[in-house]
């Protein structure tokens, strides 16, 4: 059994940065692909960024590339999102997913456990 719990949304100006953290309870962290997805009002849930549980290689969705960074510290099982030029359709709750020895880390459907979110809202 992993918990997530996200932290570090807010209000932020267009233009302004937010970096989110998601602090995981629970053993082998480090054999999770970890993702962080956004659902606006209205909308599915969609992905935006992930990194792999082995050579921690790193995912992006087209609207997140060059903007957002996606980290990980396993020593502290932790996973970071550094969101920089936000937009206002950036605007959403963000969560964090694990997937265990994940692969497929843009499917919402394959992740095992989720955070219960971060609103983060991009005024212009």
């Known amino acids: 059994q992993v918990q997530l719990v996200e932290s570090g949304g807010g209000l932020v100006q267009a233009g302004g940065s937010l970096r989110l953290s998601c602090a995981a309870s629970?053993?082998?962290?480090?054999?999770?692909?970890m993702g962080w997805f956004r659902q606006a009002p209205g909308k599915e849930r969609e992905f935006v960024a992930a990194?792999?549980?082995?050579?921690?290689?790193?995912y992006y969705a087209d609207s997140a590339k060059g903007r957002f960074t996606i980290s990980r510290d396993n020593a502290r099982n932790a996973v970071y999102l550094q969101m920089n030029s936000l937009k206002p359709e950036d605007t959403a709750v963000y969560y964090c997913?694990?997937?265990?020895?994940?692969?497929?880390?843009?499917?919402?459907?394959?992740?095992?456990?989720w955070g219960q979110g971060t609103q983060v809202t991009v005024s212009s």
């Open positions: 997913g694990a997937d265990y020895f994940g692969l497929r880390l843009a499917e919402a459907a394959d992740y095992d456990y």
């Open positions: 629970g053993p082998t962290f480090s054999n999770y692909g």
């Open positions: 990194i792999n549980w082995v050579g921690g290689g790193t």
